[in-house]
């Protein structure tokens, strides 16, 4: 990184914080941010929700995390093998480069409780979801596990213990649902994912609503009929076809603009976790807004 440009190293939510607040007083209009989906999902908090900027900054994410599952699907700058200047000169052409593309992509709100602060992210899971995060980061990653490697493991564990009806590594979560459409999902669910990313990890896209609104959802009941069976149709969204009837089976996914949880277990944002007690009040999602993000 060239040393007229102001680089700010920072790890712990706190030093992200100060990192962005002294960059946004900069008046700098383009942030790049080296890490992985925690990294980019704390930023993204503050860059929406901080009252920092006038004028939202583009985002230039260098992946270096586990996963990148977010930068995996909105774009990214590969420093590693080309370096920084291509991300210099586009900066200098005022982005007027020929292979360079900004897009906007909204960004979930989450607030996981009346007395908690909101946080923004783009991928929120409840369930075996959950679970598979949790093993993939204690068993997997330790052991040098990265990319779609550490996900792909933890998915065949999750499939065998569907498979033998093994719940020592995941419990169905009882999940009360409800949106701004009025669909209800009150149910023992296996999962529940929402996102507003196209792509998620393994290239997985378990949604097929139909609505126009910026927030994919589905929900898997644990009595789902046929589930290995429909799980490859079901995973890439290929569902779309005949949703009535995969409603009926067990399979709930519509796109809304909000949505109100409540459930007794952990949950994960862009691979971070938290809780969701009884006692805090719903989990609500929403979007939080529309960031410009650099792909190079």
Partial sequence: ????????????????????????????????????????????????LGGLF??????????TGSTNMTARD??????????????????????????????????????????????????????AVHH????????????????EAGPGLAFLRFLKSVALQDQRHFAPTKIRLTDDAGHVVDDEALLMVASTLNR????????????????AWTTISQTASRFLLRLPFVARGWSRRRPDAMESAGYVSHNSHELQLEFDDGFIVDG?????????????LSVAGHVPFLSL
């Fill in 1 to 48: 990184m060239p040393t007229d440009v102001p680089a700010i190293e920072a790890k712990r939510p706190e030093e992200i914080e100060r990192a962005v607040t002294e960059l946004a007083a900069l008046g700098v209009d383009t942030l790049a941010v080296a890490g992985g989906d925690g990294t980019v999902q704390c930023v993204l908090s503050h860059v929406l």
């Fill in 54 to 63: 006038e004028t939202l900054p583009t985002l230039a994410l260098v992946p």
């Fill in 74 to 127: 909105v774009g990214f700058i590969d420093v590693r093998r080309r370096g920084w200047q291509p991300l210099i000169d586009w900066a200098a052409a005022g982005g007027m480069v020929a292979q360079a593309t900004v897009a906007d992509h909204p960004v979930l709100r989450i607030q996981a409780s009346d007395s908690q602060a909101p946080i923004c992210g783009m991928f929120f899971g409840v369930g």
């Fill in 132 to 147: 598979a995060v949790q093993y993939t980061q204690e068993n997997l990653h330790s052991k040098g596990l990265r990319g």
């Fill in 200 to 215: 998620l990890v393994l290239s997985f896209h378990p949604f097929w609503g139909t609505e126009d609104a910026p927030l």
């Fill in 272 to 284: 971070e976790f938290h809780r969701s007690r009884p006692g805090d009040g719903p989990v609500r």
